[in-house]
């Protein structure tokens, strides 16, 4: 980790330090100058964190940091944070947790936590056992095993008499080995029990903030975001996407869903047709994506339907959920591919109308990059592609430039550099969707 993340970390620390009743939950002996986890879990009251919100979105806005994206659920606040300075990229993600629950049932509230918290001389932290209490209460209550890698946590802390007396209070049960046999349904009807006995009103409304957050997230938020990237073959979009992950580090390397053109919630055509017996023989020649005849209108026009009702389908059922948690959507090609490229998806129509199809029907993405070279470059990384194929996709790529959602990035020197170029658009743009959320 750089002296840029730390100095992030410090800071948030500090502002923390003088003006929240907050501890780091775990994962926190090398902070800041070595993050081990890929997120600072962080346990804060909502009173707290209400009244530092405003000094903390200044303090990352001052300091050239990001807000890549942002969740607010009835938990927790997350906040991915990222800083680019020429080829220079760093992520940080915070997760403000307000109580340990599941689906508005609380198990334990953040007041608990803190009055019990420790200082390190650097920051507040949570004793082993009340890091075991977070992770071992949420999974038993959701019917997840404990995580393996926390296997030293649950030793040192199953014989707490701290920890005996919080499981029996939540899930009436005498030791962690008699709840470890219980079902998750039997444990989590106990906990509702809990909640209504000791605070019936407040249980109500936890629940109820739980159904809007969650409702409202699907429907009206994007927490993480999608990014496709369309051009011609020879423009370097496998090497682009493959070192764009890997520049989002830990943070999106595992939290991030590659699809290939369209949703694929429907088959290929020429498969379908083929197995409805409407086509005899299927071409698989894939390596040759302008191996197919040109197409007359009508049949342009129904591939377009089929495809349309798969982005359509596709994006509610297969991205929005990957988008509406800290979760990044790649496609590599999409609709956008239809319009540049009509050779590759034998839809032969007016690039204008196609471009309008798609305002109208198609789910757009939050960001399209359109990633070209010049003409000789892609004929040397690609010998097979014609001067003319080219300069048609190049021609079409010029018309979308302009439009809203869409980047052209020439990727004619090193990899890194379009990448670069790619992530301050997404950086900026995310930034300021974000701070308008937030606030």
Same mark, same amino acid.
């Given at each position: 980790?750089?002296?840029?993340?730390?100095?992030?970390?410090?800071?948030?620390?500090?502002?923390?330090?003088?003006?929240?009743?907050?501890?780091?939950?775990?994962?926190?002996? @090398?902070?800041?100058?070595?993050?081990?986890?890929?997120?600072?879990?962080?346990?804060?009251?909502?009173?707290?964190?209400?009244?530092?919100?405003?000094?903390?979105?200044?303090?990352? #806005?001052?300091?050239?940091?990001?807000?890549?994206?942002?969740?607010?659920?009835?938990?927790?606040?997350?906040?991915?944070?990222?800083?680019?300075? @020429?080829?220079?990229?760093?992520?940080? $993600?915070? #997760?403000?947790?307000?109580?340990?629950?599941?689906? @508005?049932?609380?198990?334990?509230?953040?007041?608990?936590?803190? $009055?019990?918290?420790?200082?390190?001389?650097?920051?507040?932290?949570?004793?082993?056992?009340?890091?075991?209490?977070?992770?071992?209460?949420?999974?038993?209550?959701?019917?997840?095993?404990?995580?393996?890698?926390?296997?030293?946590?649950?030793?040192?802390?199953?014989?707490?008499?701290?920890?005996?007396?919080?499981?029996?209070?939540?899930? !009436?049960?005498?030791?962690?080995?008699?709840?470890?046999?219980?079902?998750?349904?039997?444990?989590?009807?106990?906990?509702?029990?809990?909640?209504?006995?000791?605070?019936?009103?407040?249980?109500?409304?936890?629940?109820?903030?739980?159904?809007?957050?969650?409702?409202?997230?699907?429907?009206?938020?994007?927490?993480?975001?999608?990014?496709?990237?369309? @051009?011609?073959?020879?423009?370097?979009?496998?090497?682009?996407?493959?070192?764009?992950?890997?520049?989002?580090?830990?943070?999106?390397?595992?939290?991030?869903?590659?699809?290939?053109?369209?949703?694929?919630?429907?088959?290929?055509?020429?498969?379908?047709?083929?197995?409805?017996?409407?086509?005899?023989?299927?071409?698989?020649?894939?390596?040759?994506?302008? *191996?197919?005849?040109?197409?007359?209108?009508?049949?342009?026009?129904?591939?377009?339907?089929?495809?349309?009702?798969?982005?359509?389908?596709?994006?509610?059922?297969?991205?929005?959920?990957?988008?509406?948690?800290? *979760?990044?959507?790649?496609?590599? !090609?999409?609709?956008?591919?239809?319009?540049?490229?009509?050779?590759?998806?034998?839809?032969?129509?007016?690039?204008?109308?196609?471009?309008?199809?798609?305002?109208?029907?198609?789910?757009?993405?939050?960001?399209?990059?359109?990633?070209?070279?010049?003409?000789?470059?892609?004929?040397?990384?690609?010998?097979?592609?014609?001067?003319?194929?080219?300069?048609?996709?190049?021609?079409?790529?010029?018309?979308?430039?302009?439009?809203?959602?869409?980047?052209?990035?020439?990727?004619?020197?090193?990899? $890194?550099?379009?990448?670069?170029?790619?992530?301050?658009?997404?950086?900026?743009?995310?930034?300021?969707?974000?701070?308008?959320?937030?606030?």
């Amino acid at each position: 980790m750089s002296e840029i993340s730390a100095k992030h970390i410090s800071d948030v620390i500090g502002l923390l330090n003088d003006n929240a009743d907050y501890a780091v939950l775990r994962n926190f002996e @090398g902070l800041p100058d070595n993050n081990k986890s890929r997120d600072i879990d962080i346990i804060i009251t909502r009173k707290s964190y209400v009244a530092l919100k405003s000094e903390l979105l200044k303090l990352i #806005d001052s300091s050239g940091w990001k807000i890549i994206t942002y969740l607010h659920s009835d938990r927790l606040i997350t906040y991915v944070c990222g800083f680019s300075c @020429g080829e220079h990229i760093e992520l940080v $993600q915070w #997760d403000f947790f307000f109580n340990t629950s599941v689906w @508005g049932i609380l198990l334990m509230d953040a007041s608990e936590f803190v $009055q019990h918290r420790q200082f390190n001389g650097f920051l507040y932290y949570m004793e082993v056992e009340y890091q075991f209490l977070d992770k071992y209460l949420y999974n038993r209550a959701v019917g997840s095993q404990f995580p393996d890698k926390y296997a030293w946590m649950r030793e040192k802390a199953s014989q707490n008499l701290v920890v005996k007396q919080k499981i029996k209070a939540v899930f !009436r049960v005498k030791s962690i080995e008699e709840c470890d046999n219980i079902d998750s349904h039997i444990l989590v009807m106990r906990a509702v029990a809990a909640n209504y006995l000791q605070r019936p009103l407040d249980s109500i409304g936890n629940v109820l903030l739980f159904l809007w957050t969650f409702i409202r997230n699907y429907i009206c938020s994007n927490t993480g975001f999608s990014i496709g990237f369309t @051009g011609p073959d020879g423009s370097g979009k496998t090497t682009v996407i493959d070192l764009m992950i890997e520049n989002f580090g830990e943070v999106f390397r595992k939290a991030h869903v590659y699809f290939h053109f369209r949703p694929m919630l429907f088959g290929n055509l020429g498969e379908v047709a083929h197995s409805a017996g409407i086509k005899k023989e299927v071409d698989r020649s894939y390596e040759k994506p302008h *191996r197919g005849a040109k197409t007359g209108m009508l049949s342009s026009l129904l591939r377009l339907a089929y495809y349309s009702v798969d982005y359509l389908l596709g994006y509610f059922l297969r991205v929005k959920p990957v988008t509406r948690i800290t *979760r990044l959507a790649i496609f590599d !090609r999409y609709y956008t591919d239809i319009i540049c490229d009509s050779r590759r998806s034998r839809i032969h129509l007016p690039v204008r109308f196609l471009y309008w199809w798609g305002r109208c029907i198609i789910p757009s993405l939050d960001y399209n990059i359109l990633l070209t070279a010049r003409t000789e470059t892609i004929l040397r990384r690609k010998k097979e592609l014609s001067k003319e194929g080219i300069e048609a996709i190049k021609k079409n790529i010029d018309f979308l430039a302009d439009k809203p959602g869409f980047y052209k990035v020439i990727n004619e020197e090193s990899p $890194q550099k379009a990448i670069t170029e790619i992530l301050n658009i997404v950086y900026k743009n995310q930034h300021q969707k974000n701070i308008k959320r937030i606030r």
